[in-house]
C-alpha cells in the first residue's frame, strides 16, 4: 500500500539533502508518495504571504507525517521561526533526538546512545518578548504544569516502549525554582508510576553538561525543557560526528514531523556538499513511525536495510567532507543504494 506523506524540502541545502533522502528511500522500496510543500523562506519566494502557508498545514493535517528539510530563521529581525510555528501550531509538543556512535565515524567516545527528550511548546521559547523601555527588554520563560506533565508521559512511555531504562533531568531549579521548579515536580510524580522500571534522576543542567562531555555513555534519555533541550541536543549531536549525522522527530498526539537537526547551513548551500544522513536518520525514524502507527511492520524491515546500508558506507569510508570524506551528497547517495 502506498503511504501519502508530506515533504518540505525546505531552503538552503534542504532541497539536496531531501532530494537524496527519497532517492534513497525510493531505492530501498519504502512505497511512499510524497506531496511536496514549502514552509519557511522557500515559501514566501514562491509567493507566499507567510512563512508557513496554510496548505502545507493541511496537507500534515490530512497525512498525520511529514518529513521536512530545513528553513532559515533570520536572526534578531524579519519573521519568525517556521519551526516554533510549526510545532506550536501542529501541537508537536515532544521533540526526540536520537543520538548514537557510529561506526566509520570516529570521535572521542564509543557506544554513545541516548535519547535527548525535550519539550516543544513552552520554555523561552515561548518567544514572548517586551521592550519595557529602550534599552530594557524582557523574555518571557513559561512553564505550565499541563505541558510539564505531558511531556514526562510521553518520556517515559517512549523510554519503555524502546526498552531504555533510565531518565535523567536536566534542569536549574536551584535557580528558577518556580518555572524549572514545576518541570521537575511533574516529572517526578509521572516516574513514581514507573518506579522498578526506568530509573529516575534529576541533575542541575550546569554540572550535568560536564557529566555529558566527560562521559556521555553513562546517559540513556535525557529530559528537558525548550531551550536546555534546544542546546544540549546539539552538545550530544557534537559528540557523535555533529549536526550532520543526528536526526530528530516531533512528535504531537496527532501528528508527526521528522526533520534533520541541522540548520540550512547558508555557507555550503548549492555546493552538493552537505551530508544527508540527518535528514535520512529521520526518515528512518519516520519508516518506524508508520510501521507502528498504521501497522505496516515491512516499513520497520525496510528502515533497517537503510540503517545496515549507511553504517556499512560509513565504515567503507564512504563519507560527506563534515565527517572527514570527500563524498559529495549524491555520491553519499550512491554509496548507501549500492549497499541496500
Ligand atoms: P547550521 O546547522 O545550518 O550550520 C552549522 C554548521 O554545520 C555550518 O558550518 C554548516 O555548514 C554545518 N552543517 C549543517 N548541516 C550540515 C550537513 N547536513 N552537512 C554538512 N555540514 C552541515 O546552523 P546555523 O548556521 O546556525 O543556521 C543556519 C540557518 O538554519 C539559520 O537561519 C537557522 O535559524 C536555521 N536553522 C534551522 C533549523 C531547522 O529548520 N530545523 C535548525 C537549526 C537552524
Redesign the pocket.
Known amino acids: 500500500m502506498t503511504i501519502q506523506a508530506v515533504l518540505i524540502p ?1 531552503d ?2 534542504g532541497p539536496e ?1 531531501s532530494a537524496a533522502v527519497c532517492r534513497i528511500l525510493e531505492a530501498a522500496k519504502a512505497d511512499i508518495q510524497w506531496l511536496r510543500h514549502d514552509a ?1 523562506l522557500a515559501a514566501v519566494e514562491g509567493g507566499s504571504k507567510t512563512t508557513l502557508p496554510e496548505s502545507t498545514l493541511a496537507a500534515i493535517r490530512e497525512h498525520h507525517v511529514a518529513l ?8 534578531g529581525t524579519g519573521f519568525s ?3 516554533v510555528a510549526l510545532r506550536k501550531t501542529l501541537g508537536l509538543y515532544g521533540a526526540v533526538r536520537p543520538i548514537r556512535s557510529l561506526a566509520g565515524v570516529p570521535t572521542r567516545f564509543e557506544n554513545v546512545d541516548l535519547v535527548v527528550v525535550r519539550e516543544n511548546t513552552e520554555g523561552l521559547y515561548a518567544g514572548i518578548e517586551n521592550e519595557i523601555t529602550p534599552g530594557v527588554v524582557t523574555s518571557l520563560k513559561v512553564a505550565t504544569e499541563l505541558a510539564s506533565r505531558r511531556i514526562a508521559e510521553f518520556a517515559f512511555k517512549y523510554a519503555n516502549d524502546r526498552g531504555r531504562k533510565k531518565i535523567s533531568v536536566f534542569h536549574k531549579a536551584n535557580i528558577m525554582k518556580m518555572s524549572d521548579g514545576l518541570f521537575i515536580r511533574c516529572a517526578k510524580e509521572v516516574s513514581q508510576k514507573w518506579i522498578g522500571k526506568i530509573h529516575y534522576e534529576e541533575l542541575i543542567i550546569d554540572a550535568a553538561c560536564m557529566r555529558l562531555v566527560q562521559d556521555p555513555t553513562r546517559f540513556d534519555v535525557i529530559l528537558m525543557e525548550n531551550l536546555y533541550g534546544d542546546i544540549v541536543s546539539d552538545l550530544a549531536a557534537g559528540l557523535i560526528g ?3 549525522v543526528a536526526p ?1 522527530a516531533n512528535f504531537g498526539d496527532e501528528y508527526a514531523v521528522f ?10 548551500a548549492g555546493k552538493g ?7 535520512l536518520m529521520s526518515a528512518v525514524m519516520m519508516l518506524n513511525h508508520l510501521a507502528v502507527t498504521r501497522n505496516m511492520p515491512q516499513l520497520k524491515t525496510i528502515g533497517v536495510h537503510i540503517r545496515t546500508a549507511y553504517d556499512r558506507a560509513l565504515q567503507d569510508d564512504q563519507k ?3 565527517i572527514g570524506g570527500k563524498l559529495s551528497t549524491e555520491q553519499f547517495a550512491d554509496a548507501v543504494i549500492q549497499r541496500l
Not at 68 to 75: A, S
Not at 259 to 268: F, K, M, N, T, W
Request: aromatic fraction near 0%.
Open positions: 525546505g538552503g541545502i539533502v519557511g521536512k528539510g530545513p528553513c532559515t530563521t533570520p536572526v521561526s517556521v519551526n555533529g549536526l550532520g530528530g526533520e534533520a537537526v541541522h540548520g540550512s547551513a547558508p555557507d555550503i556538499i552537505a551530508n544527508p544522513l540527518s535528514l560527506t567532507g563534515d
